[in-house]
């Protein structure tokens, strides 16, 4: 498979017929991205006809009521909507609802009954992708219930499969007791752990862009770049998620998952293939030449931060210590990467939604322009800019024009809007269902990655939680963090932080 068409290559096919099965399916990740997600497969006609969804939860609902649900749904969040497309009345056709509690065998003796009338209505009960949508802790029940019914078993010439949520564990001891929990009941070739951050077009652009681009790959080393850092910020508070994430804090929420992954893609060595197996290969490697942050060492290598007004959100208590902002520096010890710093920082209610990776080159090694004392010239730097505007900028000098030699630093820069037009983007998880409905587990997190994510971050948690923990940095809403954000990042040259996605 050449790596140009890799995401284009099977998405003209059509999967197998099938059904998706939504454990969860009256809550919030349903209604807004999973079946809108799915409607627009539908009516992109990348979905085989005998295609069904049931979706299973305990709230008491019939057939008509959920489809009027997800109707809305739709509506309010596709990104294409039932009047785009003239779909709908048959999609409605083949969503079900199937009602029952989670730890009940009979929930699953029902399952089975619908599957099978659908296989026999419909076709396509026979390969089935369980979709795991409720809160963590219900994970390993479903699970072991799923095993005593045999729906994972795989019957000959079809499949079974299963995506499963995140977050994916609490620590390294949860996070290992799931994956021992799923692994008794699906093989790991079965099982999907999601991160919506790789659907994203612009994070599988930066495979893209570093393996089907042959000029900055060989700069892409300790030789030419300073650093790098990788920003993942968001712009609102803790809305109505205080149960959830005043007990994870922001190095579960994002570090574990969203930065380590993109620390991992920027990183890791060119893969042989475009395949699962060879991909992830060589995440994990990455993952494995991280240098730990030990407990002891928190205080040197990380900040943890948290927005005044965060102790007066409701449902979180007065004194707690949940951190909402980190920077952590990393480094990784192989001969690609050693002694280089990687800034990671991540928060909420900080001035913008933005993620990006910005990668500072290294200055010139001898400049013949002419200068003031003191003064130099900034070196080049690349953005990629996953969000807000997605799209890649080129930071550079050039010639002031006139007389003498005066520079000015200037960007190049390119939009994907601007070539691909609005809206043209697919949801990350349009991209992933199609892709487990495909087989495909390239953008998906492997056990021993997952594993590995963490055991980079327990220490860091061991760490806060003891007297080597770095001061708490309280920060405004609206700011970029801490001002020991900046102080941490000064001390090493001189260097600041960049917010390089905002000027695109
Ligand atoms: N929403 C997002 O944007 C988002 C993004 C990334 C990851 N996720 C992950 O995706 C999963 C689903 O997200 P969600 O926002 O849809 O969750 P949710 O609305 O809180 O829960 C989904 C459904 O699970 C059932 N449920 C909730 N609490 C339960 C409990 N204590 N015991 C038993 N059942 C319970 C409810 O259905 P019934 O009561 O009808 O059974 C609920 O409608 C979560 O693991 C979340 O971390 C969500």
């Not at 801490?482 to 260097?495: A, L, N, V």
Request: hydrophobic share 40%; net charge negative.
């Amino acid at each position: 498979m050449s790596p140009v068409d890799f995401n284009r290559s099977g998405i003209r096919q059509v999967p197998d017929p099938c059904v998706v099965v939504i454990f969860g399916a009256s809550g919030d990740l349903t209604r807004r991205k999973l079946m809108p997600s799915l409607f627009s497969l539908v009516c992109e006609k990348l979905l085989p006809d005998e295609f069904s969804v049931v979706g299973l939860a305990r709230t008491e609902m019939d057939n008509d009521g959920f489809r009027q649900k997800i109707h809305e749904g739709i509506d309010s969040h596709g990104r294409l909507k039932p009047k785009d497309c003239d779909r709908w009345a048959d999609f409605a056709q083949h969503i079900h609802y199937h009602q029952g509690e989670y730890d009940d065998p009979a929930t699953y003796d029902g399952l089975c009954n619908l599957l099978g009338q659908i296989d026999q209505e419909v076709g396509g009960g026979c390969n089935i992708l369980f979709y795991l949508s409720t809160p963590p802790v219900l994970y390993a029940p479903i699970i072991k219930q799923l095993g005593q019914a045999g729906l994972a078993v795989e019957p000959e010439g079809h499949w079974r499969r299963i995506i499963i949520e995140k977050p994916f564990g609490h620590d390294l001891a949860s996070a290992t007791q799931l994956n021992h929990d799923v692994h008794h009941v699906f093989n790991e070739d079965q099982v999907y752990r999601i991160d919506h951050y790789l659907g994203k077009e612009t994070v599988q652009n930066l495979l893209v862009f570093r393996f089907a681009n042959a000029i900055f790959e060989p700069l892409w080393n300790r030789n030419y770049i300073d650093h790098v850092q990788i920003t993942v910020s968001e712009e609102v508070g803790l809305g109505s998620r205080a149960g959830y994430y005043d007990t994870a804090g922001v190095l579960r929420d994002m570090f574990q998952n969203h930065l380590l992954q993109l620390l991992t893609l920027t990183a890791m060595e060119p893969p042989a293939e475009f395949n699962a197996t060879s991909l992830r290969d060589e995440k994990v490697k990455v993952l494995k030449a991280v240098q730990r942050i030990e407990p002891e060492g928190v205080g040197e290598f990380t900040v943890r931060g948290q927005y005044r007004t965060y102790r007066d959100e409701k449902g979180v208590a007065f004194n707690t210590n949940t951190a909402t902002f980190a920077a952590a520096r990393m480094y990784i010890n192989n001969w690609r990467w050693r002694n280089v710093p990687f800034f990671l920082r991540s928060g909420k209610a900080l001035a913008g939604k933005v993620t990006e990776i910005a990668v500072q080159f290294r200055h010139v090694p001898h400049l013949m322009f002419p200068l003031a004392p003191g003064e130099g010239l900034p070196a080049n730097r690349l953005g990629l800019c996953l969000q807000p505007n997605e799209g890649i900028l080129l930071h550079f000098e050039t010639k002031l024009p006139g007389a003498g030699m005066r520079t000015r630093s200037v960007d190049m820069s390119y939009l994907y809007e601007q070539d691909f037009g609005a809206n043209t983007l697919p949801d990350a998880y349009e991209r992933l269902l199609l892709d487990a409905l495909h087989g495909d587990a390239s953008l998906f997190t492997r056990s021993d990655e997952i594993e590995l994510a963490w055991r980079l971050i327990d220490p860091i948690l061991q760490g806060w939680d003891s007297e080597h923990a770095p001061p708490l940095a309280f920060y405004e809403s609206g700011t970029w963090g801490p001002s020991k954000s900046d102080e941490f990042i000064r001390t090493e040259k001189g260097r600041k932080w960049f917010s390089i996605c905002t000027e695109c």
